[in-house]
């Protein structure tokens, strides 16, 4: 008995060769899953669908059957030609098989084949099909589909599913009736989530007081979360159903649990507390906003309930001032960060800057910073130099909204042997507001004896107009640590300018371990000028240049670029190739695309996917007949990126018999 | 990091796995992504593939090849981490070999011990068992692929993160408080011998039929299929007839043909190896 790692080699061996379709075949059910998986990636490649199809007919044998549903799933549209002849077979056991795999492929234009199949006789067989046009998203299956919603319980149940999965508006009538009491509660109001149709929105809020179980209370927040999100304007519908909301006891205490609770699915949780702030806010249920606004001053990873509050400002607003005389301080700060100001409320503002608090103190540094008032940068400097750490992030945050004349305030956060956290937080905001006036202060501390304030002062530097600036960065590409050489490196590729591109040319002419910087950085800025010279060069440069410079090469596109790429497809390391069949499939001009064609059968996977691709932009039919063997590649990342493709390149690629 | 192409991710998650054996499907692969985000940052890298050509051909691959099993796997520990399986083995696999410990110390081995805050939790637990006053002693082997972590295995000495689980009473009673942190007091680093190993070649860092038991736990998560085999097979050789594999609780040799029987201890299963195996 051989070992399963040497029946792969065999098997791999074998496959291509006269009786690789038999090896293949028997493979499909040796008992090693190792073994069973590689023989359906090789039969998917090598097998016809016809050959898979009679595999699939044959229920004797289960595991080769599945095998053989395996390989036809991920022969994609290939196998749908021969999967719609299996539909029409006198089995409805191969039907349904042939409809799920149908459905997994997810091959749109399939859809109206499967319609005449949504009321067989044989109940199996009609499930399928129902949960088929849904996958599909077969919109003229709707009608059916309404109809079946009243019909056996698992149909259904299918069909309701296909109605959300297709998103069919004029479902929402029938699936609201079915919440809270019928036995498809549940599925209705997840297939509602799905359509998210504006008009459930006040059916759903109807029904909310009326469900007493989480197991259907938790989908129904859900669904209503979406439904406000996708609706124009949710805030008159939801402020008309707050009062009963909020008069409901349970449904109150089931939502501030909600809230309260962890999320032990990181997912689902996080949907479902969102989902409630989002009706608490459009709602306008005040009992629950403390809540809120404490978790949005306490979590850090909270800061999706400020844009809550943001969209839905009203309820908010009307007790803004009850808030932020709130006992609690994460109250106070919550409400600060959640709430609408305007330049009338800067005295209230003022009062909280000296709360007891420094939370709530840093929550008002950033209330005033959405305001944009200059007059406040003075006593923002202030806090940015003085204030506890919390303060002096939103301090910093807070100037960075001020315009340019009011950050001259902040050359008093500059000083020379400053605080560095203070330092840091400056300059990151003259980096981003570049300020004529403090120019002397920045060129100072981009030559400071800390390098992470150096780095720093040299992105601010950089944001100013000027030739001291491009002479201070190109000093600092002889700085004593290389993280600062390169910060100063991509600086002045951000700069552009002829006189930065001339000096990063000339750097090509020495040989440290910079170079391979300078040369992704004459790729990043499409630095024509350097073309040549990279060209000139590669031949004298080690691998990882070497690399380097036919990426670089490949962003600047020279003229001469698809003939410098089609003499790397030879060379003998695979991952220049590689790069260099990418570097076709970016460039997808003629001549690249009757190359990628020729390299369809390369043994390489990652010339295959450039190949994949590339094609996407040959619309002739050589490209098509390419991709539709790639699609069924053995390598499940090429098989991804030829669907892509494909169905970028036509819609249609496949003919559907009549 | 934005989505990152799956090709060229296929590229870096193929090299690991030729180079370490460690694998990374589905979901993983999203996390190896997230987690090379800030070193491709750092070294100004554009792209996964970028990174690839860097450990591949750059001058100083072979440093970054060094440092990158620990950036990509979880190196999250504790002390006194699910701590129940060392309940089973002193409540119920030491007593069951108690016999042959007469002449001979217990031999144990933790295999992926990262910095050694499970094997260090384990000779604790064996102190307080109270086995040295009934005469047995121990000897702990503990090994990881990743050089940073057992020198930090070797030092003993651990951030308030390892200690998270520990009151008091535990910080008190097993550590030394220092300027850098906390150092296990030498009583417990005793009999623990921590080294650098890659069980996917081992090159003889194992030797045969030493071990009464083996701790692999959230190790075998990171490998593939062939590799999988091969530390299984590693294990097989290493533990002596009858000596127990415990794995972690996403980890199960109850699918494969292996040397190993699983049994049921307190709702847990354990890995026995057959006695002619």
């Given at each position: 008995m051989t070992s399963p790692a040497e029946r792969l080699t065999a098997l791999e061996a074998a496959?291509?060769?006269?009786?690789g379709q038999r090896a293949i075949l028997l493979a499909l059910?040796?008992?090693a899953p190792s073994v069973r998986d590689r023989a359906i990636r090789l039969a998917a490649r090598y097998v016809e669908p016809s050959v898979l199809g009679a595999l699939v007919a044959d229920g004797e044998r289960a595991i080769r059957r599945n095998a053989g549903l395996s390989a036809l799933e991920r022969q994609g549209p290939y196998a749908v030609p021969h999967l719609l002849v299996m539909l029409?077979?006198?089995d409805p056991e191969l039907v349904m098989f042939a409809l799920q795999t149908l459905a997994r492929i997810g091959?749109?234009?399939?859809?109206?084949?499967?319609?005449?199949?949504?009321?067989?006789?044989?109940p199996n067989v009609a499930q399928a099909a129902i949960e088929a046009v849904g996958q599909l998203r077969e919109a003229s299956a709707v009608p059916v589909l309404l109809e079946l919603v009243n019909g056996d319980l698992w149909l259904q149940l299918a069909a309701i599913n296909a109605l959300g999965a297709i998103g069919a508006p004029e479902a929402v009538g029938p699936l609201v009736a079915l919440?809270?009491?019928?036995?498809l509660a549940e599925p209705a109001v997840q297939a509602l989530r799905s359509i998210a149709?504006?008009?459930s929105l006040e059916a759903l809020l109807a029904v909310l007081p009326r469900v007493e179980e989480r197991t259907l209370l938790d989908p129904l927040l859900l669904a209503i979360g979406v439904v406000i999100d996708f609706h124009p304007d949710p805030v008159p519908t939801c402020l008309l159903a707050g009062p009963t909301l909020a008069a409901t006891g349970r449904l109150m205490s089931c939502l501030s649990q909600i809230l309260a609770e962890p999320a032990t699915d990181f997912d689902i949780g996080d949907s479902l507390q969102r989902a409630v702030a989002t009706l608490v806010a459009a709602a306008g249920l005040a009992a629950l906003e403390p809540a809120l606004l404490s978790q949005l001053a306490s979590?850090?990873?909270?800061?999706?309930i400020e844009g809550v509050f943001r969209r839905f400002p009203e309820g908010l607003a009307v007790r803004r001032d009850r808030w932020l005389a709130d006992a609690r301080p994460e109250t106070r700060s919550g409400v600060l960060r959640a709430a609408r100001f305007d330049t009338g409320d800067l005295p209230l503002l003022l009062a909280s800057l000296d709360d007891p608090e420094p939370a709530v103190r840093a929550a008002a540094c950033y209330a005033v910073g959405r305001l944009?008032?200059?007059?406040?940068a003075p006593m923002l400097a202030e806090r940015l130099r003085r204030g506890e750490a919390p303060e002096r992030v939103a301090a910093a945050q807070a100037l960075g909204r001020l315009s340019a004349d009011a950050l001259a305030e902040l050359n008093a956060c500059l000083?020379?042997?400053?605080?560095e956290a203070v330092l840091l937080a400056a300059l990151k905001i003259l980096a981003d507001r570049p300020v004529r006036a403090l120019e002397s202060a920045v060129f100072r501390l981009a030559e400071d004896r800390r390098p992470a304030v150096r780095r720093a002062g040299l992105r601010a530097a950089a944001r100013?107009?000027?030739?001291r600036s491009d002479v201070l960065l190109l000093r600092a590409?002889?700085?004593?640590?290389q993280a600062t050489q390169v910060e100063a490196l991509d600086l002045l590729v951000s700069r552009g300018g002829e006189q930065s591109l001339a000096v990063l040319t000339a750097m090509l002419g020495t040989a440290d371990s910079l170079r391979f910087h300078v040369i992704r950085a004459l790729g990043q800025c499409r630095a024509a000028r350097a073309a040549d010279k990279l060209r000139a060069m590669f031949g004298e440069c080690g691998p990882h240049e070497r690399l380097q410079i036919v990426a670089a090469l490949a962003q600047i596109a020279p003229p001469w670029l698809g003939e410098f790429l089609h003499q790397r497809?030879?060379?003998?390391e695979i991952d220049m190739a590689r790069l260099a069949a990418e570097g076709l499939a970016d460039l997808a001009d003629e001549r690249a695309l009757a190359t990628l064609v020729t390299l369809?059968?390369?043994?390489d996977w990652g010339i295959r996917h450039a190949v994949a691709r590339g094609l996407q932009s040959g619309a002739h039919l050589a490209s098509q007949h390419v991709l539709l063997t790639l699609v069924r590649d053995v390598e499940p990342v090429v098989a991804s990126t030829a669907r892509l493709s494909l169905d970028r390149l036509s819609p249609e690629v496949v003919r559907i018999p009549a | 990091m934005t989505a990152v192409d799956p090709a060229q991710l296929k590229l870096l998650t193929d090299l690991i796995e030729q180079r370490f054996g460690l694998t990374f499907q589905g979901i993983r692969q999203e996390i190896l992504a997230s987690k090379l985000g800030p070193r491709l940052r750092e070294l100004r890298l554009t792209s996964v593939r970028d990174y690839y050509h860097f450990l591949r051909f750059h001058p100083d691959a072979e440093s970054e090849l060094a440092r990158l099993p620990a950036m990509v796997t979880n190196n999250e520990t504790y002390f006194f981490r699910e701590t129940h399986q060392f309940d089973l083995l002193i409540g119920q696999v030491i007593p069951e070999r108690r016999q042959t410990l007469r002449d001979r110390p217990l031999r144990l081995l933790s295999a992926?011990?990262?910095?050694?805050e499970e094997p260090y939790s384990l000779s604790i637990a064996l102190h307080e068992s109270g086995l040295a006053a009934a005469g047995i002693s121990w000897e702990i082997d503990a090994c990881d692929l990743n050089p940073e972590r057992i020198a930090r295995a070797q030092a003993g000495l651990y951030t308030e993160s390892s200690l998270r689980a520990c009151d008091e009473t535990a910080r008190r009673r097993y550590f030394v408080p220092e300027p850098q942190g906390y150092r296990l007091r030498p009583k417990y680093r005793a009999g623990v011998r921590c080294f650098q190993a890659n069980l996917v070649a081992p090159q003889g860092t194992l030797g045969w039929s030493v071990y009464d038991a083996i701790l692999c736990r959230n190790?075998?998560?990171?490998?593939?299929e062939e590799a999988f085999a091969s530390v299984i097979q590693l294990f097989t050789r290493s533990l002596l007839p009858g000596g127990y594999l415990f794995l972690g609780?996403?980890?199960?040799?109850?699918d494969r043909k292996t040397a190993f029987a699983p049994v049921m201890m307190n709702g847990g299963v354990v890995y026995r190896k057959r006695e002619a195996a």
């Open positions: 496959a291509q060769g006269a009786n059910e040796d008992e029409r077979d006198p091959y749109l234009p399939a859809g109206p084949a499967v319609l005449p199949l949504l009321r067989h006789r044989d919440v809270p009491d019928s036995v149709a504006p008009d979590a850090p990873e909270a800061g999706w944009g008032l200059d007059s406040a000083e020379p042997d400053g605080d100013l107009d000027g030739s590409l002889a700085d004593r640590s497809l030879a060379d003998p369809a059968d390369h043994p | 992926g011990c990262s910095s050694g190790l075998l998560i990171y490998v593939g609780h996403s980890e199960s040799l109850l």
